[in-house]
């Protein structure tokens, strides 16, 4: 269950409250986790889905008949943002824990320069990641009527590329 609750105590906000309860294997699964912002000037800080965790068990336990163990839960995502003279701009990194798998993009502009990254972090079975990178900036020159305006790369950990869909695609300007 999500609920909304959009209370502030000065520059800390906690915007949503989940709670969940899972049956799960003759036990009770029980979530609590909050979503937590924070404004400190011209940075934006965004915590998701912090919490606690613990699991009810039946049979003789700490809790007479029953067992409970209680557990942190840590976040599902992390989000910044940025508005400052010099800089702006922000990102997001969030964590599925079924899939253990990282995702996250940022935007940033600094004076002139555009910075775009995403990425994808996979810890399970094996580590994996791939990343896209991209700056744009002001044209540079090149002569014979050539400018440069951005470069951006990739790079992958033990991932793999299609080339036969890749050409394919390049020849019919897709």
Do not use: C, W
């Amino acid at each position: 269950i999500d609920l909304p609750s959009h209370i502030s105590i000065g520059p800390i906000s906690v915007d949503d409250i989940t709670v969940g309860l899972t049956p799960a294997n003759g036990a009770i699964s029980l979530s609590v986790g909050l979503t937590i912002g924070a404004i400190l000037g011209p940075i934006s800080v965004t915590v998701e889905d912090v919490g606690l965790a613990g699991t009810l068990t039946p049979g003789s336990g700490n809790l007479g008949p029953f067992g409970f163990a209680l557990t942190f839960q840590p976040p599902t995502g992390l989000g910044l943002d940025i508005d400052a003279d010099a800089v702006s701009g922000g990102g997001f990194v969030s964590y599925n824990s079924s899939k253990q798998e990282y995702a996250g993009g940022l935007d940033l502009t600094i004076e002139m320069l555009q910075l775009k990254a995403f990425g994808l972090l996979d810890t399970s079975p094996e580590v994996s990641f791939v990343i896209i990178i991209i700056a744009d900036f002001p044209p540079i020159q090149l002569g014979f009527g050539f400018e440069l305006t951005n470069v951006g790369g990739i790079l992958g950990i033990n991932r793999s590329l299609a080339l036969d869909p890749l050409r394919s695609a390049f020849r019919s300007h897709t």
